[in-house]
């Protein structure tokens, strides 16, 4: 079970089409959304159907917000589906990328106890991609820490726990998180990472860039956590850098050919690539802001994970 081939990229294609016309930074509209998510299909088969969301569409959302789920049953009218279509797997709302969908509650119950499996057999059925702003030291290697949610005034958010005790792990307080990442291609102080997340925790990929000091491109909530002096990065603690949109020197600005307006609305460059599925693996190519990117940056298009 193979996806992810020249009629999904094509699909992307149109989805790019369509985000532009739309207008950068704009927010999109249920019917717009939609159309979004038809051209997106990677792949049907038997009750499974998977699609690649853009970046921003949050999968549950809050009240009253478009969301992925509040979607769905349109989108299977769309696409003329005969039963309800539960999420089975998906990348957060930042993200973009595969979106796994069933519409057999039994196949959905196997399946994620499948991926929780596999994560405790040490397989990592998950491989995404990232934009970094640096370049890691090792070309490959694994991101070890603890995470936890922090109290930050009104907001609440991820902060690395560098030695969790045992009783705050056996109190479930703190989660012992583990990435594996690989560089893929380097270019003008970016790169491009394959990472393989061993655990899942919620912004846990971005947070484990920062600590690699090379904070995803578009990440406008952990990336101010990396601070510079005479260009060498260096770790903030959490509570000395608060959330702002990312920081990025003109020359890079300029390669990227973004205004300081549009460059607050970067959107995060963290796409769900491949999913590793009993049946075969599941993959789809990133979407066209991402692609984009990569040809400014002269960084590697096409590598299979």
């Given at each position: 079970?193979?996806?992810?081939?020249?009629a999904?990229?094509?699909g992307?294609a149109?989805?790019g089409q369509?985000?532009?016309?739309a207008?950068w930074?704009?927010?999109l509209?249920?019917?717009?959304?939609?159309g979004?998510l038809?051209?997106s299909v990677?792949?049907?088969?038997g009750a499974l159907l998977v699609l690649?969301k853009?970046?921003g569409l949050p999968?549950l959302?809050?009240?009253?917000e478009?969301?992925?789920?509040?979607?769905?049953?349109?989108?299977?009218?769309?696409?003329?589906?005969?039963?309800?279509?539960?999420v089975?797997?998906?990348p957060?709302?930042e993200?973009?990328?595969?979106?796994?969908?069933?519409?057999?509650c039994r196949?959905?119950?196997?399946l994620q106890?499948?991926?929780?499996d596999?994560r405790?057999?040490?397989q990592?059925?998950a491989?995404?991609?990232?934009v970094?702003v640096g370049v890691?030291?090792?070309a490959?290697?694994e991101i070890?820490t603890?995470?936890c949610?922090q109290?930050?005034?009104?907001?609440?958010t991820?902060v690395?726990?560098?030695a969790?005790?045992?009783?705050?792990?056996?109190?479930?307080?703190v989660?012992?998180?583990?990435?594996?990442?690989?560089?893929?291609?380097?270019?003008g102080g970016?790169?491009?990472?394959q990472?393989q997340p061993?655990?899942?925790?919620?912004?846990q990929?971005?947070?484990?860039?920062t600590?690699l000091?090379?904070p995803a491109?578009?990440?406008?909530k952990?990336?101010?956590r990396?601070g510079?002096?005479?260009?060498?990065?260096f770790?903030l603690?959490?509570?000395?850098?608060?959330?702002r949109?990312?920081?990025?020197?003109e020359?890079?600005r300029?390669r990227l050919g973004?205004s300081p307006?549009q460059?607050?609305h970067l959107?995060?460059?963290l796409?769900?690539q491949q999913?590793v599925?009993?049946?075969?693996?599941?993959c789809a190519?990133?979407?066209?802001a991402?692609l984009?990117?990569?040809?400014?940056?002269?960084?590697?298009?096409?590598?299979e994970?």
């Open positions: 079970m193979a996806g992810g081939g020249p999904a990229a094509r992307l149109r989805v369509r985000a532009r016309a207008g930074g704009r927010p509209g249920a019917e717009e959304t939609l979004l038809e051209a990677v792949q049907r088969e690649s853009p970046p999968v959302g809050r009240s009253g478009l969301s992925l789920v509040t979607l769905l049953p349109a989108l299977r009218r769309r696409l003329g589906l005969p039963a309800e279509l539960h089975v797997k998906a957060a709302r993200c973009s990328g595969l979106v796994l969908l069933s519409g057999c196949a959905t119950e196997q106890r499948f991926f929780t596999a405790r057999r040490g990592y059925p491989t995404y991609r990232a970094t890691p030291a090792e490959e290697g070890r603890g995470l949610w109290q930050q005034g009104d907001t609440a991820v690395p726990v560098p969790p005790g045992r009783r705050s792990l056996a109190r479930k307080e989660k012992s998180t583990l990435t594996r990442y690989r560089v893929l291609g380097a270019a970016c790169a491009l990472l990472l061993r655990t899942a925790f919620p912004e990929l971005p947070v484990h860039l600590l000091l090379c491109l578009g990440d406008h952990h990336s101010s990396v510079r002096v005479l260009g060498v990065p770790l603690p959490p509570e000395a850098a608060p959330s949109a990312q920081v990025l020197d020359e890079l300029c973004l307006q460059l607050r959107p995060l460059h796409h769900l999913l599925l009993p049946q075969g693996p599941l190519p990133p979407p066209p991402f984009r990117t990569l040809r400014c940056l002269g960084l590697p298009e096409h590598r994970p």
